[in-house]
């Protein structure tokens, strides 16, 4: 299984772009990249998902490099209630052929106003 | 579409107590997994279902810790008998066709 390593937290302000990569050296083929987003007392919840180039949706791009042993999520102009934990994971199809899911420790952003 | 549910909210216990926590995942997800969280930890993972059958258990403590998800729809996971270190938030998550997860808001557990 890949492990992921990222930055234990950062700062930013209000409307700033927000980028926090993550690398995944051991990523295999099969493997994809996925990233979630926890408040306080709350479960993780879904933010983007991707396997290589580019991906954008409504909240956050992510940027995957050829190589695949990293990713960049991208959160463009944050607010206050952006403030959380984000965790990069990485899907692995396991034998049964559903995957396996191995949150690290996350990043813990801080907007400050 | 209704969300993971998930009960009790929280729950204190002594150590030695059993306890069990129920999870109701999203309709027609095959997929169920229960992960621990350690406060100022990642969730991790215990147990994963595939229907009723477990695909993963290497990290559940089957000497305290057992889960069974029957009839492939709700699970319940079960300690006995609690240690302090089980103190954590237990989270039941399901998975859609392209592999989202998607979380309860977990149960809170205090072993006193």
């Known amino acids: 299984l890949a492990k992921t390593t990222q930055p234990i937290s950062m700062d930013s302000y209000e409307g700033q772009e927000v980028n926090i990569t993550c690398s995944h050296n051991?990523?295999?083929?099969?493997?994809?990249i996925t990233w979630y987003q926890q408040f306080p007392s709350q479960g993780p919840r879904f933010i983007i998902q991707?396997?290589?180039t580019k991906v954008t949706n409504e909240v956050a791009s992510l940027f995957i490099p050829a190589d695949r042993k990293s990713s960049t999520l991208s959160l463009p102009r944050v607010s206050l209630s952006d403030t959380a934990v984000y965790y990069c994971l990485v899907g692995t199809l396991s034998g049964s052929g559903t995957y396996k899911y191995i949150f690290g420790t996350g990043t813990r952003l801080k907007v400050l106003a | 579409e209704a969300g993971v549910a998930q009960s009790p909210r929280y729950k204190i216990i002594e150590k030695r107590q059993s306890v069990a926590f129920w999870c109701n995942p999203i309709s027609g997800h095959a997929t169920l997994y229960w992960y621990q969280q350690i406060l100022g930890q990642g969730p991790k993972l215990l147990i994963q279902?595939?229907?009723?059958?477990?695909?993963?258990d290497s990290q559940l403590p089957k000497d305290r810790f057992s889960a069974e998800r029957l009839k492939g729809v709700d699970s319940t996971l079960k300690i006995q008998p609690a240690k302090l270190e089980d103190s954590a938030v237990y989270l039941c998550a399901s998975s859609d066709q392209n592999e989202k997860l998607f979380f309860g808001s977990g149960t809170q557990l205090s072993v006193l």
């Open positions: 279902f595939q229907n009723n059958g477990v695909v993963d």
């Open positions: 051991n990523i295999a083929t099969n493997d994809y």
């Open positions: 991707g396997y290589k």
